[in-house]
T-cell receptor
Framework: TQLLEQSPQFLSIQEGENLTVYCNSS?????LQWYRQEPGEGPVLLVT?????EVKKLKRLTFQFGDARKDSSLHITAAQPGDTGLYLC???????????FGKGTSLLVTP | GAGVSQSPSNKVTEKGKDVELRCDPI?????LYWYRQSLGQGLEFLIY????????KSGLPSDRFSAERTGGSVSTLTIQRTQQEDSAVYLC????????????FGQGTRLTVV
């Protein structure tokens, strides 16, 4: 199993602050995905990064895929309470089809 | 439907009883996955269906767990003789086809075994 380690596990910040969360592995992935999960809901796909060194922006969210395709980061600028949720990274396996998920970063943004 | 639909949303059952969880994937999606999410844990893969191919059951934790997918659409996850450690949120997801890894999740079924 290709493990994905996410850090930090928990993050509590105030509205307007910036933050970065990380997803690391010792394995190379062909792509990595980021999902956000709100309480009582299933995860929702935010972005897929495919190319080493790739940077994708989604409004105030910036996603980066490491050059070696072993890690990824998510940076949020000027966090808002609506950003609160569990952020999960996931990658496809070398064999089979089921995505490998990290344990997630639980983010709380207070007004 | 427009999204992945799961039922029931919540299920409380007594230890030793059997439960069935249902998943209705997005129309046209041939790949379907079941995951389990326990408090403080990531998503644990249970089983994967792709079209009419034999399912990948490698994630099922015991022989009390089984799943089927009828007609390439609706799937049912069955847990027999439930145990307290089975308490978790069971998530179903679908994707367009094998190898297309963008997964669309349902809202999950929260199972509580008392």
């Amino acid at each position: 199993t290709q493990l994905l380690e996410q850090s930090p596990q928990f993050l509590s910040i105030q509205e307007g602050e910036n933050l970065t969360v990380y997803c690391n592995s010792s394995s190379v992935f062909s792509s990595l995905q980021w999902y956000r999960q709100e309480p009582g809901e299933g995860p929702v796909l935010l972005v897929t990064v495919v190319t080493g060194g790739e940077v994708k922006k989604l409004k105030r969210l910036t996603f980066q895929f490491g050059d070696a395709r072993k890690d990824s980061s998510l940076h949020i600028t000027a966090a808002q309470p609506g950003d609160t949720g569990l952020y999960l990274c996931a990658g496809p396996p070398n064999s089979g089809y089921a995505l490998n998920f990290g344990k997630g970063t639980s983010l709380l943004v207070t007004p | 439907g427009a999204g992945v639909s799961q039922s029931p949303s919540n299920k409380v059952t007594e230890k030793g009883k059997d439960v069935e969880l249902r998943c209705d994937p997005i129309s046209g999606h041939t790949a379907l996955y079941w995951y389990r999410q326990s408090l403080g844990q990531g998503l644990e893969f249970l089983i994967y269906f792709q079209g009419n191919s034999a399912p990948d059951k490698s994630g099922l934790p015991s022989d009390r767990f089984s799943a089927e997918r009828t007609g390439g659409s609706v799937s049912t996850l069955t847990i027999q003789r439930t145990q307290q450690e089975d308490s978790a949120v069971y998530l179903c997801a679908s994707s367009l086809r094998a190898g297309v890894h963008e997964a669309f999740f349902g809202q999950g079924t929260r199972l509580t075994v008392v």
